[in-house]
């Protein structure tokens, strides 16, 4: 499984972006898939996931702002972000897993400015 991601950009606080994440080979094989994101100096930390049976989650401090969607027509995984915050800030990853191995895509910087 390949994924790429895309969206990320600089935004003022208050703003919105929406990031995509296009998966391609395996993708039959797909549980759930999901966004991550590492702030400069942190640990990188889940933001949200889609199973493929089941409800979307996210972590507490995005709820209400953040949704994942995901299009299993494009094969393409979607985290539409509103209102957006500086602590926000970070490199955006999206991941996957088959059930035997967890995938990630390259990052995609999103920057809050406040």
């Known amino acids: 499984v390949q994924l790429q991601a895309s969206g990320g950009g600089l935004v003022q606080a208050g703003g919105s972006l929406r990031l995509s994440c296009a998966a391609s080979?395996?993708?039959?094989?797909?549980?759930?898939m999901s966004w991550f994101r590492q702030a400069p100096g942190k640990q990188r930390e889940w933001v949200a996931s889609?199973?493929?049976?089941?409800?979307?989650k996210y972590r507490d401090s995005v709820k209400g702002r953040f949704t994942i969607s995901r299009d299993n027509a494009k094969n393409t995984l979607y985290l539409q972000m509103n209102s957006l915050k500086f602590e926000d800030t970070g490199l955006y990853y999206c991941a996957c897993n088959d059930g035997s191995r967890d995938y990630w895509g390259q990052g995609t910087q999103v920057t809050v400015s406040s």
């Open positions: 889609f199973p493929r049976v089941g409800s979307t």
């Open positions: 080979g395996s993708i039959s094989s797909i549980n759930t």
